[in-house]
């Protein structure tokens, strides 16, 4: 009797939870894809169909080519560089140093402010201003005599939205660091022990039997770090604004939507950035619960 | 051998130091120009420390700031207590009361965690609006409804740890479903609690995306308010400088104190946990 009872609580207690995510995930998904197949343009909803227009037609808009480089420039600068710092400072305090706990909690602070704080102090940092103006990390540069660093940061042409990326680095690599250190620490020091016996140098050991022991933590960091990239905006809303330079699907959605109130498009440009989220993060979740089953 | 590996240790100071520096640099120039007088201010000397200590932008900058960081307390407490409450409640029934379906109903749970909002934005909104849930009300909504994958994942990872047998035992004195949560695992929750509740308090308090679409002028966050204030052409950079330590402030004190627990929110964000 009393398990009958409590058969149906449980699916009481989780239902409320349950319905939310349903409806503010799934639905919204669902409604989102709707609006991105109507003509939807204004303050008032429209929902005429126009079939797959809206993505035909950003698929065509140079605007969304310069995205589509933006993120991929983002992404590449903004992963490699975070997985390489995360990893070499990972190595360095994996080494029984004094201070370990000191540095750790130093490279990790970052991860604790927002990216809105992030962006307001390295807009600063990163004024491009030259001659008299001259500031931040240029003026520094240039005090240290080392003006071959000086340079024009997020203005540069093509190439500016590394400069956040830089930002975004800084923030983030504090994380991989912690990933990296906790796979590291999980590695039993008898297989470290065994090849230094076998006569491995500290570079062999690392290279051939920590690291590939490590690639589920670079799967991870690859995943967590790649999906976060798609969704950048803002970061580069606090270091720069709008611009179209260091345009980005996330920021072209928001002035889409918001100031331009092309709806239709707008949500198009959502599900395109979910879609290539999913692609990255239902493989890793299918991958994380099955290991989970496994052990 | 011995001594050559030690010497290569401490050479490993080196770019630890310089790494260092990389990362305070930005403090660096928050902190020494927030203390710097209106008279000190100038880009050319922003390396420089402060003559003395002033607090002419932090005043400036709290003047500024001062109701949003109201609004942002206002939204994020709510926001926390009960997303938290609820991942507890559905982290125990996923890992130890399960009804039929609940290991399928888990990963669609997670996915929600990992979404680009963009993708849901436009629905939001409009469901925001029909419902009468504008402003922060409609913010801390927001932060539960979109908090409940992670601290459900934390709170499951957890209750899924602890022995069967715990449970059984108290079965068989007669407990229901109920009791077992309430006496048995509730009371040693709290590390996870202390996770979940950090995760949640920094995320929401860091939001910018939602705060930005569900909020006007006068319910603001903090991160609104920082956005708007540095993008103004009149506020000064020193004051804005002052204003990131007030809006980073919160959060990096939760982070000092209780890092180990932050970590292990971060870790769990990543299903690592």
């Not at chain 1, 939807?40 to 993505?55: E, P």
């Not at chain 1, 930002?167 to 796979?183: C, E, K, P, R, V």
């Not at chain 2, 209106?38 to 200590?53: H, N, Q, S, Y």
């Amino acid at each position: 009797m009393r398990r009958d009872k409590d058969r149906f609580l449980n699916i009481l207690l989780v239902s409320p939870s349950i319905l939310a995510v349903f409806i503010f995930v799934y639905v919204f998904i669902g409604w989102s894809v709707r609006v991105s197949l109507s003509k939807w343009k204004g303050l008032t909803a429209d929902y005429t169909w126009n079939s797959i227009n809206n993505y035909l037609e950003l698929f065509k808009d140079p605007r969304f080519h310069v995205d589509i480089r933006n993120t991929l420039i983002f992404t590449g600068v903004f992963v490699i560089g975070s997985i390489l710092l995360g990893f070499l400072m990972a190595v360095m305090l994996d080494q029984g140093l004094k201070g370990e706990g000191f540095f750790r909690s130093l490279f990790l602070f970052p991860m604790a402010i927002s990216y809105i704080v992030t962006g307001v102090v390295w807009r600063w940092l990163m004024n491009p201003a030259t001659g008299s103006r001259t500031s931040g990390l240029n003026l520094l540069f240039t005090n240290l005599g080392l003006e071959s660093f000086v340079n024009s940061w997020h203005t540069t042409p093509t190439w500016g939205i590394a400069a956040i990326a830089l930002a975004a680095i800084w923030q983030m690599s504090g994380y991989t660091m912690a990933l990296y250190l906790a796979g590291l620490r999980s590695i039993p020091a008898e297989l470290k022990e065994a090849a230094q016996i076998d006569g491995a140098n500290e570079w062999e050991v690392y290279r051939y039997i920590m690291l590939p022991l490590l690639s589920p933590v670079t799967l991870s960091a690859l995943i967590i770090l790649g999906h976060m990239s798609l969704k950048v905006f803002d970061l580069i809303i606090a270091i720069a604004g709008k611009q179209l330079p260091l345009d980005v699907p996330a920021i072209y959605m928001w002035q889409i939507t918001f100031d331009g109130l092309f709806y239709g498009k707008g949500a198009a440009i959502g599900i395109i950035l979910l879609v290539s989220v999913a692609f990255l993060i239902i493989p890793y979740i299918r991958y994380t619960l099955r290991t989970e089953a496994q052990q | 051998m011995i001594s050559k590996l030690r010497i290569g240790k401490y050479w490993l100071y080196i770019p630890l130091v310089f790494m260092a520096i990389f990362y305070l640099l930005p403090m660096y120039v928050i902190l020494v120009t927030g203390f710097k007088g209106f008279d000190e201010i100038d880009l050319k000397t922003m390396w420089d420390l402060p003559r003395g200590i002033a607090f002419d932008n932090y005043i400036e900058a709290w003047k500024n700031l001062a109701p949003s960081l109201k609004n942002s307390f206002l939204m994020v407490i709510p926001a926390t207590l009960i997303s938290s409450a609820l991942g507890s409640l559905n982290g125990f029934v996923l890992a130890k009361w399960k009804f039929r379906g609940a290991d399928v109903i888990f990963p669609f749970i997670l996915f929600g965690m990992f979404i680009p909002y963009q993708s849901i934005m436009i629905p939001l909104v409009q469901f925001m609006n029909k419902i009468g849930m504008t402003g922060l009300p409609g913010l801390a909504l927001a932060h539960i409804i979109y908090g409940i994958p992670i601290t459900t994942l934390t709170f499951r990872n957890y209750y899924a740890s602890l022995p069967q047998e715990l449970l059984e035992a108290a079965k068989i004195d007669g407990a229901d479903m109920l009791g077992i949560y309430r006496y048995i695992l509730l009371p040693i929750s709290m590390p996870s609690f202390v996770v979940v509740l950090i995760w949640q308090f920094t995320s929401a308090w860091n939001d910018f995306l939602f705060a930005v679409i569900l909020t006007g002028n006068e319910q603001w966050p903090i991160t609104v308010a920082l956005n708007n204030m540095a993008g103004s052409q009149i506020i000064a950079w020193n004051v804005q400088m002052a204003g990131s330590l007030l809006a980073a402030l919160p959060t990096l004190l939760v982070y000092i104190f209780l890092g180990r627990y932050f970590l292990r929110g971060l870790l769990a964000g990543s299903l690592k946990g």
